[in-house]
């Protein structure tokens, strides 16, 4: 079986790798998939993609008609497809579970850093600046943390924030009852959250769950944590909640419209998203490029299950993770 590859990644390359046989064929593409690149599949039986391919109706039919029969998305998300239009034509499935504890871990992480700031002090010491000024953090024990989504990601994170002693609140529209977490509408967790940290999927319901409306209801000062998908929080509402400094500040691992500026190398080119450009030139702000999946457990994981879940339906005409 030949496998294209899109959107590909030195450290994809080294995980898949590891998986190849004489079954599996792997041709790798540094470009996304996208309408104009879709012929680079010809002659494949499955094309393999990550979160800023597209796959919507015009690619799944220029697929269809090149013979392509499956689609293994190499992630958990799948808001980037037109899983509607692909039934009946091309099997989709993904990799629902890789490291919860990776994204979760990724989190904390970033509330430490912002909170501690121990990013400006690592610039400052590497300047022999050992000043203290303006270095002052803040306590998370005590603290309230609001968790929209309490999937397997959600758990580890709503883990870790007991472990640091914060009172937790959590919304999910499928409560989990057996994890023992204060479950609460989300106009509650909203008005009494000190942090929130968003782990849920984005669907029509959750599309900008930050936004003009909600900006008015949460706690001044209050964090926001994004390692899920960006087009959860509206960017240019959040940029305005920062200015008027009624949000305390940002951790944002995703963004609205990353699709053409994570993953690459743009030290050299100028900005063209201004919202963007405002948002990471905040004293506030802190951002990283996505890559909160990014752990060699996780990626060993996404490679094998991704390459289980091909072979398996190839063999099979199914697998545990087929979407359609």
């Excluded at 990013?119 to 002052?136: Q, V, W």
């Excluded at 959860?232 to 940029?239: A, F, Q, V």
Aim: charged residues 25%; contains cysteine; glycine residues 6%.
């Amino acid at each position: 079986m030949k496998i294209a590859f899109f959107d590909t990644k030195s450290y994809d390359k080294a995980s898949f790798d590891k998986f190849s046989s004489d079954e599996l064929e792997f041709k790798y593409y540094e470009t996304k998939l996208n309408p104009d690149t879709a012929r680079l599949a010809e002659g494949c039986d499955c094309v393999c993609i990550f979160v800023n391919d597209v796959l919507n109706a015009e690619v799944i039919d220029k697929l269809y008609s090149l013979g392509v029969k499956a689609v293994a998305l190499r992630c958990a998300g799948y808001n980037n497809v037109d899983l509607n239009y692909a039934r009946g034509k091309i099997a989709i499935f993904n990799v629902p579970a890789y490291s919860p504890f990776a994204v979760a871990e990724h989190a904390m992480a970033m509330l430490l850093t912002f909170v501690r700031k121990t990013h400006k002090a690592y610039i400052r010491t590497k300047d022999h600046n050992f000043s203290l000024s303006g270095l002052t953090g803040v306590d998370l024990n005590g603290k309230t943390v609001g968790i929209i989504g309490t999937g397997r990601i959600g758990k580890c994170f709503a883990n870790i924030c007991k472990g640091f002693g914060m009172n937790i609140l959590a919304f999910d529209k499928y409560p989990d009852q057996a994890l023992n977490l204060e479950y609460v509408s989300l106009d509650r967790l909203f008005k009494e959250s000190d942090i929130i940290s968003l782990h849920c999927p984005l669907t029509e319901e959750t599309r900008h769950i930050i936004n003009e409306t909600t900006l008015e209801n949460l706690k001044k000062g209050v964090i926001i944590i994004n390692t899920s998908r960006g087009a959860l929080i509206d960017s240019d509402i959040l940029l305005k909640g920062i200015k008027s400094r009624h949000i305390g500040g940002a951790c944002l691992d995703v963004y609205e419209e990353e699709s053409e500026v994570f993953f690459e190398d743009r030290s050299q080119n100028i900005m063209d998203d201004d919202t963007l450009a405002r948002l990471i030139s905040m004293p506030n702000v802190l951002v990283t490029s996505h890559q909160a999946f990014l752990t060699q457990e996780a990626l060993n994981n996404i490679a094998e299950t991704t390459t289980l879940n091909i072979t398996e339906f190839f063999k099979n005409g199914d697998c545990k993770n087929l979407l359609c």
